[in-house]
Nanobody, 126 residues
Framework: QVQLVESGGGLVQAGGSLRLSCAAS????????MGWFRQAPGKEREFVAA???????FYADSVKGRFTISRDNAKNTVYLQMNSLEPEDTAVYSC????????????????????WGQGTQVTVSS
């Protein structure tokens, strides 16, 4: 069993930055891909970014150039550095562990993930 716990969310003004963390326990995730998704009120869950065990990354167009996903395998933790935040980035952000069948070209597909965290709220004020 894998537990994923997100932290680092909060309230920030437009143009500001936040760094989210996703700490994993239960097993080592160094060989797994990890992803970040977000869900705003009344909207469907949306892919944000993913990182493979090798370090290869993939981003949604809406965050490319502003967000950076990274991982520290020694700490079993994945990060999402968010810069130049916009009110449209307001959502609950959740991390997820990629299945053994994960492929980067399908990183946006929620079925590529088998464990999810509870999420952390990010609110960007204008």
């Amino acid at each position: 069993q894998v537990q994923l716990v997100e932290s680092g969310g909060g309230l920030v003004q437009a143009g500001g930055s936040l760094r989210l963390s996703c700490a994993a326990s239960g097993r080592t995730l160094s060989s797994n891909a990890m992803g970040w998704f977000r869900q705003a009120p009344g909207k469907e869950r949306e892919f944000v970014a993913a990182i493979r065990w090798s370090g290869s990354t993939f981003y949604a167009d809406s965050v490319k150039g502003r967000f950076t996903i990274s991982r520290d395998n020694a700490k079993n933790t994945v990060y999402l550095q968010m810069n130049s935040l916009e009110p449209e980035d307001t959502a609950v952000y959740s991390c997820a562990k990629g299945r053994s069948t994960f492929v980067l070209s399908r990183a946006q597909d929620t079925t590529m993930y088998d464990y999810w965290g509870q999420g952390t709220q990010v609110t960007v004020s204008s």
